[in-house]
């Protein structure tokens, strides 16, 4: 779990430094300090400490939703299956019905077969689509509660590592501040490979922050 680029220390003061750049007539010269935060991620003992304990807090949290999911899943697919018993047991019912009610009446001539047959039909099909639609119901229903709770599983990560990023950005901004205060340095930005925002002069604060966050 890595610091992320958007929180790195305090680099929107760029924003508010740039116009003492350009201007060049300020009273007083603005010192820029500058960090590296590729070196504070890999060997700055705090910051490596917080990364691994996320990283297992991350691992158990999976395990545990996993775990929660797997149970919820499998009531999901016994209600569903109970359900399915139901529908079918309805309609098996209202057959029986039909059938009893023919066996009660028979048919006294061919025309009457003949209405008796025609009715079976529709019945047959009305009850086909009737369970189609009972079933395709249950299903969305199933579906929508797998999503939700797999979103809530999501949400929850989410909100672990958001949790530790903001420990080690608190916890590196600071160190920064302190820094900062001590060396009288009135900007300090990150300065890191992918980012480079100090080409020339600035003050290298980086050697500090690993000593202060070792």
């Given at each position: 779990?890595?610091?992320?680029?958007?929180?790195?220390?305090?680099?929107?003061?760029?924003?508010?430094?740039?116009?003492?750049?350009?201007?060049?007539?300020?009273?007083?010269?603005?010192?820029?300090?500058?960090?590296?935060?590729?070196?504070?991620?890999?060997?700055?003992g705090?910051?490596?400490?917080?990364?691994?304990?996320?990283?297992?807090?991350?691992?158990?949290?999976?395990?545990?939703?996993?775990?929660?999911?797997?149970?919820?899943?499998?009531?999901?697919?016994?209600?569903?299956?109970?359900?399915?018993?139901?529908?079918?047991?309805?309609?098996?019912t209202?057959?029986?019905?039909?059938?009893?009610?023919?066996?009660?009446?028979?048919?006294?001539?061919?025309?009457?077969?003949?209405?008796?047959?025609?009715?079976?039909?529709?019945?047959g099909?009305?009850?086909?689509?009737?369970?189609?639609?009972?079933?395709?119901?249950?299903?969305?229903?199933?579906?929508?509660?797998?999503?939700?709770?797999?979103?809530?599983?999501?949400?929850?990560?989410?909100?672990?590592?958001?949790?530790?990023?903001?420990?080690?950005?608190?916890?590196?901004?600071?160190?920064?501040?302190?820094?900062?205060?001590?060396?009288?340095?009135?900007?300090?930005?990150?300065?890191?490979?992918?980012?480079?925002?100090?080409?020339?002069?600035?003050?290298?604060?980086t050697?500090?922050?690993?000593?202060?966050?070792?």
């Amino acid at each position: 779990m890595k610091l992320s680029k958007l929180t790195r220390g305090v680099c929107t003061a760029l924003l508010l430094a740039a116009p003492m750049w350009i201007a060049g007539c300020s009273e007083k010269q603005s010192v820029i300090g500058y960090y590296n935060a590729d070196r504070i991620e890999r060997e700055a003992g705090q910051i490596k400490a917080l990364q691994d304990e996320a990283t297992t807090k991350l691992k158990e949290k999976q395990a545990e939703l996993e775990t929660k999911m797997n149970e919820k899943q499998a009531a999901l697919e016994e209600n569903f299956k109970k359900k399915q018993d139901e529908i079918a047991a309805k309609f098996q019912t209202k057959e029986d019905e039909f059938n009893q009610k023919v066996q009660a009446n028979p048919p006294k001539s061919q025309e009457e077969a003949d209405r008796i047959q025609e009715e079976a039909n529709e019945l047959g099909q009305s009850l086909q689509k009737e369970a189609e639609e009972d079933m395709q119901k249950l299903q969305a229903e199933a579906s929508a509660e797998a999503q939700r709770i797999q979103q809530e599983a999501r949400l929850q990560m989410q909100g672990l590592q958001a949790q530790y990023q903001t420990r080690m950005t608190q916890k590196l901004d600071a160190a920064v501040d302190e820094i900062a205060k001590a060396k009288k340095i009135d900007v300090v930005l990150d300065n890191s490979s992918f980012q480079k925002s100090v080409i020339y002069g600035g003050v290298d604060i980086t050697e500090d922050l690993l000593e202060k966050l070792k």
